[in-house]
């Protein structure tokens, strides 16, 4: 099982970016995908996440600035992340488990670095 992360990267405060995650050794469309931060010197949180079932559920902090999507036929996961504050600064990571959300991860992908300057 893979799940390979992109789309990390240097933003200004205010700008976007777009994180995509892709899975591959897994039945992909029966798996939840969620993406979680960790920011320097703290715990790994939470931040949005995919069922199966295309419900989709957001942290408060990224609510109405990240939207989650997925692609069954590419195996992939985005995150759109607009209105970039400093404190979206972190490694983002995405993970995976069978079903729904909320998920505790059976695989983890490797982090991609997002940071956003003031």
């Known amino acids: 099982v893979q799940l390979q992360a992109s789309g990390g990267g240097l933003v200004q405060s205010g700008g976007s970016l777009r994180l995509s995650c892709v899975a591959s050794?897994?039945?992909?469309?029966?798996?939840?995908i969620g993406w979680f931060r960790q920011a320097p010197g703290k715990e790994r949180k939470r931040v949005s996440c995919?069922?199966?079932?295309?419900?989709?559920h957001y942290e408060d902090s990224v609510q109405g600035r990240f939207t989650i999507s997925r692609d069954n036929i590419g195996n992939t996961v985005s995150l759109q992340m607009n209105s970039l504050k400093p404190e979206d600064t972190a490694i983002y990571y995405c993970?995976?488990?069978?079903?729904?959300?909320?998920?505790?991860?059976?695989?983890w992908g490797q982090g991609t670095q997002v940071t956003v300057s003031s």
């Open positions: 995919i069922s199966s079932d295309e419900s989709t």
């Open positions: 993970a995976a488990e069978f079903g729904n959300c909320p998920i505790h991860p059976t695989y």
């Open positions: 050794g897994i039945s992909f469309r029966y798996y939840a």
